[in-house]
């Protein structure tokens, strides 16, 4: 997920991720392809799914864009991916559809049966999948802002995690990527 420096994810409601303050250069997606391009898999809630699907299905053809933002197209399009809905039973590019009260049981099955990294897009759904235990990883892509007001990434969670630093990489215009190994989800300690 790209987050501000502090864990905002969107500064005006409904911008899904694609505000001014994001600093996403070409280093950086290149880099973003690569990772994408090992996944067995994507996983994406409703609301980050639909920002997706408005214009990557038809980034590869628009020879406008940049050559690596045509190959981000290729790659979201070809992967196999799930969607996670209670409210849409269809979608297109190689999506399978998931909803109702069970599906994170559903997701956990379907994590089992995947050789391979799985990636999650979405908020909301990665709060979920975290607090069932379900996430190995976190991977931030941290934009040098702080917005003070917005969406946080894990705006419904409330439980402390250890986390260890596995990985962290720098980029142009200050951005960095961490990658965390979730290490232990620790019960509140009473007051």
Not at 17 to 37: D, K, P, S, V, Y
Not at 39 to 63: C, K, N, Q, T
Not at 109 to 119: E, L
Not at 148 to 164: A, H, K, N, T, V
């Amino acid at each position: 997920m790209n987050v501000s420096l502090d864990l905002r994810i969107e500064q005006v409601p409904g911008d899904n991720g694609a505000g001014e303050w994001l600093r996403i250069t070409e280093q950086m997606h290149r880099a973003a392809n690569a990772q994408c391009q090992e996944l067995a898999l994507m996983v994406h809630g409703r609301i980050f799914y639909e920002a997706m699907e408005e214009f990557w299905p038809r980034a590869h053809e628009d020879a406008s864009l940049p050559d690596y933002l045509r190959e981000y197209g290729e790659i979201w399009t070809a992967k196999p991916k799930v969607l996670v809905s209670r409210t849409r039973d269809s979608a297109g590019h190689n999506t399978r559809v998931i909803g109702g009260d069970d599906a994170i049981a559903q997701l956990a099955a379907v994590r089992a049966n995947t050789d391979g990294i799985v990636s999650v897009g979405g908020a909301a759904l990665a709060t979920q999948l975290l607090r069932a235990g379900l996430l190995d990883e976190l991977l931030l892509w941290t934009h040098p802002a702080i917005l003070g007001f917005g969406r946080p990434l894990f705006d419904d969670y409330d439980l402390p995690i250890d986390l260890e630093l596995t990985e962290q990489r720098s980029f142009a215009q200050g951005v960095t990527m961490h990658r965390y190994a979730v290490q232990d989800v620790k019960e509140p300690t009473p007051c």
